[in-house]
């Protein structure tokens, strides 16, 4: 058989218009080469206040404008990069460029270690009469105050010199992972029900196959892309095994009480914040999610449901709902060979956010790009409202406004219609978010605690233990309501968010949030979308559990996740009786 890369598009066939438009970075790549050889050599414009950041307020501040002037610069010059490999990581350009851009940020890290060494060097007292003194550091007033909470667990200013000069090591697992994902996996190409050979690539797998109405296709899909998988497992958990271990051998070095301490103290998140997520989710979400198994189940007339048919769609689509035309290309569509799976946003400071989608014309694929769009809202506002040091929040609070979104364009759809069908099919797309965001990323957030737990007691983690974790995780969330293959286990491999620290879970948390905010806006109107654009404006100024309570939400306590797990419910009520 052969594999479905061949009958990809390359990037260079792709149609412009599907592309995202570079030029808003940089007009020609001969600039970007010309701006990356200058950021190199202007570092000297901060290093020249290497030294000095305690002598007086004026020259601290003088020494944060620059540094800000400075890193927006890097920022562009590094997203174009990082775009551009995105798009396309086969391309041997796109690779040289992007091991360009990460020698030049280690050197670059390494020359501007001493800003934090050095503020770390002054006193409470010291920054109390310099923010006095000089009214304009008011500004940098949070990130002094978070730099000094790092005070306990900072080292010597030369072995953070050298830490920083190791960060291209230190993001090799990462690295790799990606250039092996979107340069070297290939797929066999799949038979649909029709007997037509289908080109098949783990982008086309999650954002068209795994969500077909067809259960011979979904199911040979689910196959070929397992299979693939299967042969990438050794490689795959030693790179993630070697991610994990330098986690923990940070977290001693820098002597926290655990990884996850490490990991929650960069979100400014509390342990019991965190487990809260993990636990009320899985423990009262688990029995309205093996309710709904059991309607799929029954509904799609299957003898068993298996874990690769949980994405079908109860219902056939209905699409052209929302209306087509993303002007200015922000947002790149296309699918081609080298490009990066899933879907992100990214906010180069200054310019405007570029959106990575696979687009396939489904409506889920109109929900995830809404989520997309919630994030270049978000930073765009941020951005117009807030220096680049203060413009982006703890990722616990970063994925409400994208979420919210979501929740926004399943209530704009269900005002419109008095269709039973239509709501139905609203209902299972809104599913779909809390399914996206509660379930996946959810049981990612307990699959990685457990590898954490793993790795502290010294586990190696080999391909077989991480497996196995996975499929664990699956099975107790989902009982018996549903049947595990092999290649389940197999769909760590899956997710890039493991090289991100404690990234996955943020995702229900900020559902939480979305939750409660999205019934806000429907109950209360303007005042709420008011308060809600405030929370958005403010960017990374205050903490997340403050910046949450002033949209009026209550992180601290378990009430909210309560809250948003009984609307899944809820959810689910209304499909079976939508069936009666």
Known sequence: MTTGTTTRLKRSEVPTEQTWDLTDLFTTHKNWETELDAVQQDVTNVTAYKGKLGENAATLLSCLETLEAYQQRVIRVATYASLRASADGSDPDNQRDAAKVSAAM????????????????????????????????????????????????????????????????????????????????????????????????????????????????????????????????????????????????????????????????????????????????????????????????????????????????????????????????????????????????????????????????????????????????????????????????????VEAPSTINELLLANHLMNKTDDKRMKRWVITQLLGTYYHNFVTHLLEGEFQRRVYDLAEEGTPLTANVLTEQKRETLEKFWGDTVTFDEGAGLTWMRQPHYYMGLYPYTYSAGLTVSTAMAEKIQTEGQPAVDKWLDVLRAGGTLKPLDLIKQAGVDMSKPDAIKKAVAFVGSLVDQLEESYK
């Open 106 to 397: 280690a050197s670059i890290g390494t020359k501007l270690s001493f800003i934090q060494s050095e503020l770390l060097t002054l006193s409470d007292e010291t920054i109390t009469q310099f923010l006095q003194d000089e009214p304009a550091l008011k500004t940098y007033k949070k990130m002094l105050q978070d730099t000094l909470e790092k005070k306990p667990y900072t080292l010597a200013p030369e072995i953070e010199e050298t830490l920083a000069a190791l960060s291209e090591v230190h993001d090799a697992p990462y690295m790799i992972y990606g250039r092996t994902k979107s340069s070297d996996m290939q797929f066999d190409s799949i038979t649909d029900k029709d007997g037509k050979e289908q080109p098949m690539s783990a982008a086309l797998y999650e954002d068209r196959y795994e969500l077909s109405a067809d259960t011979e296709t979904r199911r040979a899909a689910y196959k070929s892309f397992t299979n693939t998988l299967n042969q990438y497992k050794n490689t795959f958990a030693a790179t993630y095994a070697t991610e994990v271990t330098k986690q923990v051998t940070m977290s001693k070095l820098r002597s926290y009480d655990s990884v996850t301490g490490m990991l929650l103290q960069s979100q400014q998140v509390t342990k019991e914040m965190y487990h809260n997520q993990l636990d009320v989710i899985q423990n009262e979400l688990a029995p309205h999610m093996q309710r709904y198994a059991k309607l799929m189940k029954d509904k799609l007339g299957l003898e068993e449901l298996q874990y690769c048919d949980l994405k079908a769609p109860l219902d056939p689509e209905y699409t052209e709902i929302m209306k087509k035309g993303i002007h200015d290309r922000w947002v790149d569509l296309a699918d081609n060979v080298g490009k990066a799976t899933g879907a992100f946003c990214s906010s180069p400071y200054g310019v405007h956010p570029y959106i990575l989608v696979t687009w396939t014309d489904t409506m889920r694929g109109a929900f995830v790009l809404a989520h997309e769009l919630g994030h270049a809202g978000h930073f765009y506002l941020a951005g117009k409202n807030q220096s680049l040091l203060n413009t982006r929040p703890s990722t616990y609070f």
